[in-house]
């Protein structure tokens, strides 16, 4: 097969795979450095994301909690006594 690529498709996946730089310019490498230094920086906003959503959701549910208490404590505070018959 002729191609007229000088590097095979296989020979860029092992690149990529091992982090060669034997073909790269110093703009290639440091444009590759910058998007790997930003796909970091979304993963750890989103691992950070994820640990503030959960944190959320637990406060949420105890407010719900200590809510239903303080409304249910409030109903029977509220509520006039029985009278004796």
Same mark, same amino acid.
């Given at each position: 097969m002729c191609s007229m690529e000088p590097y095979s498709?296989?020979?860029? !996946?092992?690149?990529?795979?091992?982090?060669w730089?034997?073909?790269?310019?110093p703009l290639e490498d440091k444009i590759s450095q910058i998007i790997d230094s930003f796909? !970091?920086?979304?993963?750890?906003?989103?691992?950070?994301s994820d640990i503030l959503d959960s944190k959320f959701y637990e406060l949420e549910r105890r407010f719900n909690i200590i809510e239903r208490e303080l409304t249910k404590n409030q109903i029977n505070f509220i509520a006039p006594p029985s009278s004796p018959t």
């Open positions: 498709s296989d020979d860029i !996946k092992r690149k990529k795979r091992k982090n730089n034997f073909f790269n310019t796909e !970091k920086m979304v993963f750890q906003l989103l691992w950070v």
